[in-house]
């Protein structure tokens, strides 16, 4: 049966991502071999076929689940079989079950119950009486029920009888799995989710407002909403509910009993139990299923949004990670602040302390004018080309003030650029910088982490709780466990994707490397430290701790730079260099050096010429092109926007404005972009194009530069609404949705305890998927 199920497992993830029950089984092989999924997809697509991480990413979720699900299959199998119930027929359903609610919908009427009313009218004998009536309705329940009386067991009467059989088989009918699926698919199909407000709690539900008196069909309710109106109810705030359209949930019968009835054939005849059993369906909804399947369906509710919300999530740090680096230049990096001053951290082109000092700029006139000296004597000997400011409190004000020093000196050539502070404050605080700077003060570290984001934003923010950066929404809201998983795979992806100088990394960039644990990233600086920079690959199998296994998951993803091998500074693998050796000698070339960069001599190169049986054709693609542009860097080109220095606050906007801003965060319903003004603008997701569009994440991405037109300006509410349409328009419905997702973004701003939701700022640029 293991095999039988383990081949069913590979067929049903095959369907889901696209693929064939062979592709899925070669990467489920692997998998369970230790495997990464970032070395599965860049080392190992013969075996494959080619997977994406992205499907490989799916398949490794999808497997997880499905063997709880076989392994929960067993258990209940188990069970009923050990109760001498495990006929052939439920033995295929439970089988045939692909999902976890199915399963436990099956095994319902077979767990170990508490004693219910059902199961005391059938102690007392009532359920022949029971199914007496359901099988002959000629019958008349109260004559019938009169031999049934049973006042010792406490059903003194024929009334009571009856009570007594309309529980058993409520009970009965409750946990049919067929008829709880059917009901459950009639409500999520026809059902609304209605939330109400807790008159109670009026005075303090104000950020709920748009939920107090709220319905929408539950099949389209969006995952931000699904969540704002949980938080509600989570909160005490509303109270919330799956009911059918006020006129159908005014119906008698209500529809539900009335397909509940149908489904069991009851109907009004003029037979004599008709009546009785039609009001055993009407008990059944009411007293037994409603609140079940109400639940049932909100449960389902709150997974589908927190999917979306974690993938949302997921995106937006991808491309915050992935976003273009400024590169290896010195960076002065400014942590501004009205009353302690703006922090100051200057870097060398290795992410290296120069300097730091405090600057006052936003005192008395003599403050300011001192503050600019010292910010000139910063500038100049340290050859600084980019000046990165937080874009915190006192961010704008502290850009002018820079821009003044700047315009009275030309031969200045730094750069200003607004970065993303979120997290810094986590990073400053925590053990890891403690122990990376430790003879510098806490209220300084900000300011190096800004500046080091911006030269590679990747090294730097894995340093960082994903959930401190900001790009999340309602992340207080989906399982923390799920969420956790998502963000790492997706640090892990991005970073392998990049690769590492193994020379240079730090423990924490290094322990994301396929194959490379916490202890062995430590070992590999603690190894670099003792005995130099690393010549070559072949000398990381003497880190400790780093084996075979490891190194094989390891060594495509860790770069050596202008080492003995030039191939080791590449994304070739070191068990495929004899394929380059091949070309090399075919070629007549005298060494691999002729060959890295040489495109008119790699262009004549035939991939199928050099595959074999263990490096296939698309290996040998990737490693021609990985020849092409040796050590080349995956992630895009730098680019900065232009935020006006005239427009420092919400009150400097006004509508038909044209600005330059970055996208800050992607949602569903829309795009936050940082214009520059401490808070950031709302495109609702009908004003991203001039087309219509579905997937905001097709037309923007986290770090992208855009060109907006402001709205509409709410300085009291400090809301701004914004478009990305070449007429400069709303879309329809924007007015609408900035109303309602506004609240959802500020509740999540108030649990980080910040003003505003950011990316990296004006640095990046719009990033490739």
Known sequence: MTDMLSARICAHIAEEIAARSSQVEAAVRLLDEGATVPFIARYRKEMTGGLTDAQLRTLEERLVYLRELNDRRETILAAIEAQGKLDDALKERLLNAETKQELEDLYAPYKSKRRTRAAIAKEAGLEPLADRLLANRTLDPLREAVSFINAEKGFADAQAALNGARDILAERFSLDAKLRENLRAFMSARGELVSRLVEAEKEKAEKFRDYFDFREPLSKVPSHRALAVLRGRREGFLTVSVELPAEDEARDPHPAEARLADLLGISRTGRAADMWLLAVCRWTWRVKLRLSIEGDLLEELRERAEETAIGVFGENLRDLLLAAPAGHHAVLG??????????????????????????????SDAAREASKLKLLKMLEPYRIAFIAIGNGTASRETSAVVGEVLRAHPEVKAQRVIVSEAGASVYSASELASEELPELDVSYRGAVSIARRLQDPLAELVKIDPKAIGVGQYQHDVDHQKLERRLSAV????????????????????????????????????YREKHGAFRDREAL??????????????????????GANPLDGTGVHPESYSVVARM??????????????????????????????????????????????????PRAEFKTAEFKDDIQTIEDLHPGMKLEGVVANVAAFGAFVDIGVHVNGLVHVSALADHFVKDPFKEVRVGQVVKVTVLDVDAVRQRISLSMRSDGTAGAGASRGASRTANGLSRDRSDRGRTETTALGAAFLKLRR
Do not use: W
């Open 334 to 363: 400014l942590d501004p602040g009205f009353r302690t001053g703006v922090k100051a951290a200057v870097i060398d082109d290795t992410g290296r302390v120069l300097a730091h000092d405090v600057l006052m700029m936003h005192g």
């Open 491 to 526: 640090v892990e992806d991005c970073v392998n994707f990049v690769g590492v100088d193994v020379n240079t990394a730090s423990p924490q960039l290094l322990s994301h490397i396929a194959g490379l644990t916490r202890r062995v990233a430590q070992e590999i600086v603690a």
């Open 541 to 562: 199998r003497n880190v400790p701790y780093l084996g075979d296994a490891r190194f094989l998951q390891a060594a495509g993803f860790l770069r050596i730079h202008r």
């Open 584 to 633: 090399v000698s075919r070629l007549k070339l005298k060494s691999v050096r002729e060959l890295m960069g040489n495109e008119s001599l790699l262009g004549k190169i035939r991939a199928v010429d050099f595959a074999d049986e263990k490096f296939g054709a698309p290996t040998v693609m990737d490693i021609i092109r990985e020849l092409e542009k040796p050590e080349r860097d």
